[in-house]
Structure formats: C-alpha cells, structure tokens
C-alpha cells in the first residue's frame, strides 16, 4: 500500500470524502489537486506538483481542523446568576 493510500483510507475512516486529480497547468507541468469534505461542511481542497504532497497537506489540515476542534472551550447554552 501507498502512503497516499493510507491516507486516503485514514480519510474515509474518519468520515471524510475525497477525490483527486491531476491536471496540466498553463506551462505545461502536471499538477495534482486533492480534497477532502464532510457532511458538516467543512471541505480542504490542496494543490500540488506531487500526489503524495497533496495527500501529505490534506492529512495536516485536517489534522489542525481536529486539534482546533477538540481545544475548543465547550460554549455554554444558559447562565448563571449568583446572588448573595
């Protein structure tokens, strides 16, 4: 197995979606573009020169995006009032 494949599938575990596909840019040189969505909206998209690379940004977003999500301080729905 790839790397790439590894973490493609690391994807599809955690409930993300994904596509990839190379193209050629306006000089000539191929370009890989890869991203990743969920149900909830959130959606990475990455260029790159290599596939490997794209798949390699996508894994580190998401990532960030997981980190981000689980330091967040927990927002409170009602408050509180204490009176003397």
Known sequence: MKYWELVAYKLSASGWSWGCVSAI????????????????????VVRSDEMLTAFLELESAIDRLQQDEVLKPLQCCCSVTVQP
């Open 25 to 44: 840019d306006s000089e000539g040189r191929t370009i890989w573009i890869a991203d990743a969505y969920r149900g909830d909206g959130k959606r990475f």
